[in-house]
């Protein structure tokens, strides 16, 4: 049974930082891509980040190019988002997936 769990969220000032994890079970991790997703209030979710099997390639939506770092610890089967300078506009609801799995969420509030 596949498992994705987020954590790390919370409430920042604008211009802080905050660092995702989520730990997957139930899966040959280090063979698949995993992305991070986010859904804003009255948004649809969008694709945040994305990192392959070995980590040897990241890509970024435009809004968050340059302030968001993707990264993976195979060993680990963890994956991470850096989050740096974040934006109120940043203020979501952040998943982590894997193909058609998601786990259930993090809240991120960003303060103005």
């Known amino acids: 049974q596949v498992q994705l769990v987020e954590s790390g969220g919370g409430l920042v000032q604008f211009g802080g930082s905050l660092r995702l994890s989520c730990a997957a079970s139930g899966l040959t991790f280090s063979s698949y891509s995993m992305r991070w997703y986010r859904q804003a209030p009255g948004k649809e979710r969008e694709l945040v980040a994305t990192?392959?099997?070995?980590?040897?390639?990241?890509n970024y939506a435009d809004s968050v190019k340059g302030r968001f770092t993707i990264s993976r610890d195979n060993a680990k089967k963890m994956v991470y988002l850096q989050m740096n300078s974040l934006k109120p506009e940043d203020t979501a609801v952040y998943y982590c997936n894997c193909f058609n799995f998601w786990g259930k969420g993090t809240l991120v509030t960003v303060s103005s």
């Open positions: 990192i392959t099997s070995a980590g040897g390639s990241t």
